[in-house]
């Protein structure tokens, strides 16, 4: 992947607003409050990458799934490319973390209007703004942690809150962890995962430890069984895993707190060919992104998990990195996962990993705050350099 890191900033400036700290760093504040089982505050220090873990090396942080929104901040704040004046900026960056503000009514017994106050209170703050009425929003970026549903309220349920629905959203690009991929102007980017790497030589150290990496499993699934949801393929997954020798299928059970501890996943799925990912709760799962990181090729079940949501960062032909089983075969008891996936050759196991790590994998972690990069471009490049030709070409 070429490197545009240091690419020149002519007509390429991006602006921050300085939001009142309301829209942002007072939701950071609430950490305590957030949701009634975890105590949010320890993901937020290390400017939202969470504790380090010193057992897997140099930039491995606790980090949660939905801290994107404090972590593209921070990053955006030193940009090569940031200007301070208005008239001189391509694209204009509102830091608003909607997603915290969503999460923390998620499980509180309030109104919708409480859900919806702080975001219509932003609306106000930005038809005040010159840029912003100017080019309707069209050149404006915001950055969601959380997926779009829960940003797309409708009338039949009081999950989430509207501000995805709202007409002076239409126009500016929304980047999710999770995109409605019928709306035009949603773009996924990655989850943010545990890996944080300050400069090119930690890339390098890790794609050398996960090619060197003895992979004594066959196929292993961190997850955990959805009995409320009758659709889902997860107990069958399971069955099929736990059914065959260990060395075949490794199960890894979410629901007695085994992922809770980013250790044990990713020595997982470094020991691991394939990685089992269906849906969860939504198409998406993080862990598609976990198992990547580690070199372990993602068995996806459903397109909607990663084809049609990451443009930006995967490529097109998703054969060379995944591998896909429809969830109706196996819903239908038609595909047994472990045997199919044993019918590929070492040789397609090899390639396909070797395009992982040297091809995808810079590209789908976010450096931490003070990262410099030489060599490669991090998710984080990737996604500001593609905001600003798109934002060219729309101008």
């Known amino acids: 992947m070429p490197n545009t890191n240091h690419a020149s900033c002519d007509g390429r400036g991006v602006y921050v607003y300085d939001l009142p700290s309301k829209f942002n760093k007072d939701l950071i504040g609430q950490c305590g409050d957030m949701m009634p089982w975890t105590d949010f505050c320890k993901y937020f220090n290390n400017e939202a990458l969470g504790e380090p873990i010193a057992n897997l090396g140099k930039g491995w942080y606790h980090t949660h799934q939905y801290s994107l929104e404090p972590i593209f901040h921070s990053r955006i704040l030193s940009h090569p490319c940031r200007v301070y004046n208005e008239s001189e900026a391509k694209l204009f960056y509102v830091p608003y973390y909607g997603g915290l503000d969503i999460l923390r009514w998620h499980f509180k017994n309030v109104s919708d209007d409480v859900k919806d106050a702080l975001a219509m209170d932003l609306m106000k703050w930005l038809e005040h703004r010159r840029p ?6 069209t050149d404006h970026v915001f950055v969601l942690g959380k997926i779009s549903w829960d940003f797309r309220r409708k009338n039949y349920t009081s999950w989430g809150t509207r501000f995805l629905e709202l007409e002076q959203m239409q126009n500016p690009i929304k980047l999710l962890i999770e995109r409605q991929p019928w709306e035009v102007n949603d773009i996924a980017i990655p989850h943010p995962t545990f890996f944080h790497p300050h400069s090119d030589d930690d890339i390098v150290a890790w794609q050398q430890k996960i090619i060197e990496t003895t992979r004594k499993n066959l196929v292993s ?3 955990a069984a959805r009995p409320d949801q009758p659709e889902s393929i997860r107990s069958t997954l399971i069955n099929q895993c736990t059914s065959t020798s260990s060395d075949k299928c490794q199960f890894l059970d979410c629901k007695s707190g085994g992922c809770n501890q980013p250790e044990s996943v990713t020595k997982l799925f470094l020991e691991s060919e394939f990685c089992l990912q269906p849906p969860g709760d939504s198409p998406t799962r993080k862990s598609v992104f976990d198992s990547l990181v580690s070199g372990c090729i993602p ?6 998990t990663a084809y049609y949501q990451y443009p930006w960062h995967l490529p097109e032909d998703h054969g060379k990195y995944s591998v896909f089983i429809d969830q109706e075969e196996v819903r239908q008891m038609k595909v047994n996962v472990v045997g199919r996936l044993s019918s590929i050759s ?6 396909m990993r070797r395009y992982i790590v040297y091809e995808l994998l810079p590209g789908l972690v976010y450096g931490d705050s ?3 990069f ?7 490049s990737i996604t500001v350099n593609t905001l600003l030709e798109r934002v060219s070409k729309m101008q």
Request: charged fraction near 30%.
């Open 132 to 137: 912003w009425v100017q080019n309707s929003g």
């Open 221 to 223: 699934f961190a997850g």
């Open 299 to 304: 068995v996806l079940f459903d397109p909607f």
């Open 346 to 351: 070492a040789r397609e196991r090899d390639d």
């Open 370 to 372: 003070s990262c410099r």
């Open 374 to 380: 030489q060599k490669f471009q991090d998710a984080f």
